[in-house]
C-alpha cells in the first residue's frame, strides 16, 4: 500500500486536486475537512471505496469510473483504490 500521487489545481476561484493510483489498495489516507471546505469526488477511472473513519455507524461508498460522491465536510475518511490505474479528481468546496 502506498500513497496515491497528488497533483493540485487552481483556477481562478475552482480548487481541486487529482489522484493517481497506480496500484490495486493505494490510499489517501485518514484526514478531514472544516465546515464548507470538503470536497466533491469525481470517480475518473478505475475503482474506489471512500470509507468513514472514528464513526458509528460507520459508512462506504464504493464507485467506478463516471460516479459522483459528495462527502459529508467535518467527518474523517480516507479513499483506498479497488483496482489497479484508479484516478480521482477532487473539486474542494468553498
Known amino acids: ?46 475503482c474506489v471505496a471512500i470509507r468513514s473513519m472514528h464513526l458509528d455507524p460507520a459508512w462506504e461508498k464504493v464507485g467506478n469510473a463516471g460516479d459522483v460522491f459528495d462527502v459529508p465536510d467535518e467527518q474523517w475518511h480516507e479513499i483506498v483504490a479497488l483496482a489497479d490505474n484508479s484516478k480521482i479528481l477532487n473539486l474542494i468546496k468553498g
Open 1 to 46: 500500500m502506498a500513497a496515491a500521487i497528488t497533483t493540485l489545481y487552481a483556477v481562478r476561484d475552482l480548487k481541486c486536486a487529482y489522484y493517481d493510483f497506480p496500484n490495486k489498495d493505494d490510499i489517501v489516507s485518514g484526514h478531514h475537512h472544516l465546515q464548507g471546505e470538503g470536497h466533491i469526488t469525481i470517480i475518473l477511472a478505475g
